[in-house]
């Protein structure tokens, strides 16, 4: 799992060392202080470099890859 710092450091823990995980809108974590505006923006960062690279990734794939990708992604979404 991806956390970032206070000080806006992207580290890497293992899962199992936290408690469920809870998903909490960015606007409330905001207002009660617990994340600060610049792990907001280094998330931001971090996700947009990401596809980016995804993107380029994908690109250099056959189109028969391209379409297993493409079809995995849609069975995610699916069993969502």
Request: proline share 1%; hydrophobic share 35%.
């Amino acid at each position: 799992m991806l956390l970032i710092t206070p000080e806006a450091q992207v580290k890497s823990l293992k899962r199992d060392l936290f408690e469920e995980l809870e998903d909490q809108e960015q606007s409330y974590l905001l207002q009660n202080k617990l994340i600060s505006e610049a792990q907001v923006q280094r998330l931001q960062e971090y996700q947009e470099s990401r596809s980016d690279e995804f993107i380029e990734n994908f690109k250099e794939l056959s189109s028969y890859d391209q379409k297993r990708v493409l079809k995995a992604m849609q069975k995610m979404v699916d069993d969502k």
